[in-house]
T-cell receptor, first 110, second 115 residues
Framework: DQQVKQNSPSLSVQEGRISILNCDYT??????FLWYKKYPAEGPTFLIS?????DKNEDGRFTVFLNKSAKHLSLHIVPSQPGDSAVYFC?????????FGAGTRLFVKA | DTGVSQDPRHKITKRGQNVTFRCDPI?????LYWYRQTLGQGPEFLTY????????KSRLLSDRFSAERPKGSFSTLEIQRTEQGDSAMYLC?????????????FGSGTQLSVL
């Protein structure tokens, strides 16, 4: 039972353009949504979060949008940089635990 | 400010052997999580501690797996009678309960290979 789904295994974007990573969830009881970034041989690192009562949160080049009616969130990175190339995990916080999607591998081409 | 550390980084074992992993969380964090990640998947929740109390354990976790967090500091995860299906990256994360979003801080993981 996948409660958090990332349907795109990979995404390739040109440097300087916008990267949009998508995520869908099924449980309306989640209270926070988070994005994590993972480089090879390292653990995931926190990137940005959004409360379920908000629809947008921005931090520098990163913006997360939440559409509760559609149970959908997206992460926008603009402008994309080669150093953004990594695996991005969408995550949702429920009671006492955080559930992760399968991840989207982002390639930013110089 | 030291992050979450895990030991060992890699472990190769034969099927049927027992293995134990250690996690040292960020010192002021009272919550500690164990996750497992396999290739192409996201981290999968295994178990969770608040201080020294183990408050939740995944139904997917067989009784061959046990975790402890004595005195609410470091934690150990033991797998008894390992099977080839146990091969995965085992990730530890810690967090602070007063953080409403509860950002998780992960270690670099222990890569287990069961031959």
């Amino acid at each position: 039972d996948q409660q958090v789904k990332q349907n795109s295994p990979s995404l390739s974007v040109q440097e300087g353009r916008i990267s949009i990573l998508n995520c869908d969830y099924t449980n309306s009881m989640f209270d926070y949504f988070l994005w994590y970034k993972k480089y090879p041989a390292e653990g995931p690192t926190f990137l940005i979060s959004i409360s379920s009562i908000k629809d947008k949160n921005e931090d520098g080049r990163f913006t997360v949008f939440l559409n509760k009616s559609a149970k959908h969130l997206s992460l926008h990175i603009v402008p994309s940089q080669p150093g953004d190339s990594a695996v991005y995990f969408c995550a949702a916080r429920g009671s006492f635990k955080t559930i992760f999607g399968a991840g989207t591998r982002l390639f930013v081409k110089a | 400010d030291t992050g979450v550390s895990q030991d060992p980084r890699h472990k190769i074992t034969k099927r049927g052997q027992n293995v134990t992993f250690r996690c040292d969380p960020i010192s002021e964090h009272n919550r500690l999580y164990w996750y497992r990640q396999t290739l192409g998947q996201g981290p999968e929740f295994l178990t969770y501690f608040q201080n020294e109390a183990q408050l939740e354990k995944s139904r997917l976790l067989s009784d061959r797996f046990s975790a402890e967090r004595p005195k609410g500091s470091f934690s150990t995860l033991e797998i008894q009678r390992t099977e080839q299906g146990d091969s995965a990256m085992y990730l530890c994360a810690s967090s602070q309960s007063r953080d409403r979003a509860e950002k998780l801080f992960f270690g670099s993981g222990t890569q287990l290979s069961v031959l």
